[in-house]
């Protein structure tokens, strides 16, 4: 069975710095991985997509990375602002069925 | 990009009572949907698979006749949790899988449910 682990649960940081969520999952095989946003009480917003075949995904002032074999990736914030404040989670689709497993997020503050 | 709503956004009803959440795509066809739930500070955990014109798919642990699941268009699903009790409180949250070529899961902003 598929378990998502993201580590940490918590992160606080001072406005511009820049910082690294960490997630590994259980089963290699996988067919892609997802990082999400949510606000609270609010739904998903897709941030980045990985194929499984993918090392790497960029939008902005974010960078996805997949290592696949060891079962991690990790999702790289450059110059965080405030608003970027939200938990993020990671999610891996199973192949096939395209089942979404969740992680149970990092809480993200960017302090002004 | 693509949107999918839900409706409502927040209820609150008696145990005992049954309620009807909705999920629409607004701008594309969605041949399946899928249904999460999300406990306070827990993962999102998929609860069923709708397909449209079919059964829905439960997962394990996830009773079928308590959470009645309808996808009768390409564009609407309907999860109903019928006798609802104060456990059943929760965030549900749905998505819609894009049946177009970019097979990508687009999810709506969630419905809060609470059970008095």
């Known amino acids: 069975k598929q378990e998502v682990t993201q580590i940490p649960a918590a992160l606080s940081v001072p406005e511009g710095e820049n910082l690294v969520l960490n997630c590994s999952f259980t089963d290699s095989a996988i067919y892609n991985l997802q990082w999400f946003r949510q606000d609270p009480g609010k739904g998903l917003t897709s941030l980045l997509l990985?194929?499984?075949?993918?090392r790497e995904q960029t939008s902005g002032r974010l960078n996805a990375s997949l290592d696949k074999s060891s079962g991690r990736s990790t999702l790289y914030i450059a110059a965080s602002q405030p608003g970027d404040s939200a938990t993020y989670l990671c999610a891996v689709g199973q192949g096939g069925s395209e089942k979404l497993v969740f992680g149970k997020g990092t809480k993200l503050t960017v302090n002004p | 990009g693509a949107v999918v709503s839900q409706h409502p956004s927040r209820v609150i009803c008696k145990s005992g009572t049954s309620v009807k959440i909705e999920c629409r795509s607004l701008d594309f066809q969605a041949t399946t949907m899928f249904w999460y739930r999300q406990f306070p500070k827990q993962s999102l955990m998929l609860m069923a698979t709708?397909?449209?014109?079919?059964?829905?798919?439960?997962e394990q642990g996830v009773e079928k006749d308590k959470f009645l699941i309808n996808h009768a268009s390409l564009t609407l699903s309907t999860l109903t949790v019928t006798s609802a009790h104060p456990e059943d409180s929760s965030f549900y949250i749905c998505?819609?899988?894009?049946?177009?070529?970019?097979?990508?899961?687009?999810f709506g902003p969630g419905t809060r449910l609470l059970v008095l």
């Open positions: 709708s397909n449209e014109g079919s059964k829905a798919t439960y």
């Open positions: 998505s819609a899988r894009d049946s177009g070529v970019r097979q990508t899961q687009y």
């Open positions: 990985i194929q499984s075949s993918q």
